[in-house]
């Protein structure tokens, strides 16, 4: 009989313990990850119901023209994510027609015209689960580049960073941008990283996706340099030349090129408007967009971050900054390739300044700072410490930006104030009254939620019929063409009696003095305290005074007289409304 020596057991015992223990750490590892991922999806859902944005008509509209069969070939970007919708709403309207809900397309097109907020609905939800999907992808993204522990930090940051939760509940291109930027990069990881061969198939992808970003907006172009990096990284100094000249290039620009069709198909149908239309992007970042002006981007963008992160977590992102080039690590450079091209971009603009600018920006920020921040302790706090060190630091870094998901998240509990405006203007103003209301220029994106008359539907069909045979006698072309008015006619077919003879302001720059509006016998007036503030700032003021005057007016003329005030509260967002009417 052959027996087995105490010490062949003792080893085998802790073998087994060590398997057991590496098992339970593995377990811990992804249930840690399915708890963030739950967490990350509950707080971009929450709420969606209650969720509005100026930008969200755009892409809903440009979307049911896709689905109509009507490519807007005058607008080339932000394309990727309303084609995404149109299939969502192809699919909707398959399901609906199945089950009775619509006869046929015109019935849908009537029914969604008059009742939006399905189709918002479903943008929201594809933007949480892609607001969702770009924590994943910041998680391997760290996974790969350093190791899973600075991929959960970074992950775990985005997860409640409250501008991405926030952007992650409206039907806007912002989401899918910082999913497309994200994935692009983790491709770019996988092809830097040492530990794999950098596969054919990883270049394809990155750029794929690298051109699907693009189409959705053109600052994802950045995402060349921590390709070129990355891919140039394999070669020895000596060998750059040969790099540069790699086949691998030539899939990357063919995945590029796929990902261009796949963002935007209309490519293929007026590829010179698609080039002409490249070579005037400068414009955007130097012309006013509605006639106004933002602070220096450079100066805002701090004080985003700061508002952001908090003080605790600005500071350790400087640190983090400062740590970055000393010593410099061919990592964090990858990542400051992104990071520094980025932000001088967007940055250096006047024009085109918002928060939600940074989307993209934001995950690489976390995954400088999870790894710094790793690297840092690694070798000053004992092993044993390590885990229950990152967790506390974590913990108190991340107590300023729970502070602002807990105020966002109640914000959008309860109803916005576009529909509390909606309510008391339909219970206290008699139907058919004669309003000026700050509104969009085509259509109310931004207002209260009330409806437009016969009269005020045919007074806009009228103008949009007229600037459309002046712009075709130019030879011009715009947003707005002869599809588009489709809106207008079959908003006149379903007219409700709860509705009124609206005058639009258009974004405040179609005003006249209130003289006018008392002559033309307005009764009531419908203003936006946002659009207010901004027709009466110094820099506004001065190029267009009249309209400044106008708002300035309100509170001071006796023939003006204050009605009711809706402003959001803690538990309903949104803007705030001032009711006035007319005294004659």
């Known amino acids: 009989m052959k027996h087995t020596r105490p010490g062949s057991l003792r080893d085998l015992e802790i073998i087994k313990n060590s398997m057991k223990l590496l098992t339970q750490k593995i377990d811990l590892h992804v249930k840690f990850i399915f708890a963030l991922v739950f967490i990350t999806f509950a707080l971009r859902i929450w709420g969606i119901w209650n969720a509005t944005s100026t930008d969200e008509y755009n892409e809903v509209f440009e979307a049911l023209r896709v689905c109509s069969g009507h490519l807007n070939l005058e607008r080339w970007f932000k394309r990727f994510y309303l084609y995404v919708l149109s299939v969502e709403y192809g699919v909707y309207y398959g399901v609906g027609w199945i089950l009775n809900m619509f006869q046929s397309p015109d019935d849908f097109a009537i029914k969604v015209l008059r009742n939006m907020e399905p189709l918002f609905i479903l943008g929201?939800?594809?933007?949480?689960?892609?607001?969702?999907?770009?924590?994943?992808?910041?998680?391997?993204?760290?996974?790969?580049?350093?190791?899973?522990?600075?991929?959960?930090?970074?992950?775990?940051?985005?997860?409640?960073?409250?501008?991405?939760?926030?952007?992650?509940?409206?039907?806007?291109?912002?989401?899918?941008?910082?999913?497309?930027?994200?994935?692009?990069?983790?491709?770019?990881?996988?092809?830097?990283?040492?530990?794999?061969?950098?596969?054919?198939?990883?270049?394809?992808?990155?750029?794929?996706?690298?051109?699907?970003?693009?189409?959705?907006?053109?600052?994802?172009?950045?995402?060349?340099?921590?390709?070129?990096?990355?891919?140039?990284?394999?070669?020895?100094?000596?060998?750059?030349?040969?790099?540069?000249?790699?086949?691998?290039?030539?899939?990357?620009?063919?995945?590029?090129?796929?990902?261009?069709?796949?963002?935007?198909?209309?490519?293929?149908?007026?590829?010179?408007?698609?080039?002409?239309?490249?070579?005037?992007?400068?414009?955007?970042?130097?012309?006013?967009?509605?006639?106004?002006?933002?602070?220096?981007?450079?100066?805002?963008?701090?004080?985003?971050?700061?508002?952001?992160?908090?003080?605790?977590?600005?500071?350790?992102?400087?640190?983090?900054?400062?740590?970055?080039?000393?010593?410099?690590?061919?990592e964090t450079i990858l990542l400051i390739s992104f990071m520094l091209p980025f932000y001088l971009l967007m940055g250096a603009s006047r024009y085109m300044v918002s928060f939600s600018y940074m989307i993209p920006f934001m995950p690489f920020l976390y995954l400088l700072i999870a790894n710094c921040l790793q690297r840092y302790l690694v070798g000053r706090i004992a092993e044993q410490w390590l885990s229950i060190t990152i967790v506390v630091i974590s913990g108190c870094l991340l107590i300023h930006p729970v502070v602002n998901v807990i105020k966002f998240e109640r914000s959008i509990s309860g109803v916005n104030t576009r529909i509390l405006a909606k309510n008391w203007i339909e219970k206290n103003i008699p139907f058919g009254s004669k309003i000026l209301m700050d509104s969009g220029k085509n259509i109310n994106s931004s207002s209260p939620l009330i409806a437009l008359n016969k009269k005020a539907i045919d007074r806009i069909l009228t103008k949009k019929n007229e600037n459309l045979m002046e712009r075709s006698e130019k030879n011009g072309t715009g947003m707005v063409d002869e599809k588009s008015l489709i809106y207008f006619e079959m908003l006149r077919k379903t007219v409700p009696k709860e509705s009124y003879d609206i005058t639009s302001t258009g974004f405040g720059l179609y005003v006249y003095s209130l003289d006018y509006y008392i002559t033309e016998k307005f009764q009531y007036l419908i203003i936006s305290n946002s659009m207010r503030k901004a027709r009466t700032d110094p820099y506004f003021s001065q190029k267009r005074p009249k309209i400044a005057a106008f708002y300035l007016s309100l509170d001071n003329d006796p023939r003006v007289h204050f009605v009711q005030k809706i402003k959001p509260t803690s538990t309903n967002s949104g803007d705030t409304f001032s009711i006035y009417k007319l005294r004659y």
Request: glycine fraction near 8%.
């Open 124 to 330: 929201r939800i594809t933007s949480a689960l892609l607001g969702t999907g770009s924590v994943i992808m910041t998680y391997l993204a760290g996974k790969v580049l350093f190791n899973r522990t600075t991929g959960l930090l970074a992950a775990l940051f985005l997860c409640l960073n409250v501008v991405n939760i926030e952007l992650s509940h409206y039907a806007r291109v912002d989401a899918s941008l910082c999913f497309l930027t994200m994935t692009t990069f983790y491709f770019i990881a996988q092809i830097y990283s040492k530990q794999n061969k950098a596969k054919v198939i990883w270049y394809v992808l990155a750029g794929t996706f690298l051109g699907c970003a693009f189409q959705n907006k053109p600052q994802a172009v950045i995402l060349i340099f921590p390709f070129a990096y990355a891919h140039l990284c394999r070669y020895k100094f000596n060998e750059v030349l040969k790099g540069m000249l790699e086949k691998k290039i030539a899939y990357f620009f063919l995945g590029g090129v796929l990902g261009f069709v796949i963002g935007n198909p209309a490519v293929l149908l007026a590829p010179m408007k698609f080039i002409n239309s490249l070579l005037g992007l400068g414009q955007v970042y130097t012309s006013p967009i509605n006639e106004s002006r933002s602070e220096i981007g450079f100066i805002m963008y701090l004080r985003y971050f700061y508002k952001e992160l908090g003080l605790l977590m600005s500071l350790v992102a400087g640190f983090c900054a400062m740590r970055s080039f000393s010593p410099v690590r061919r």
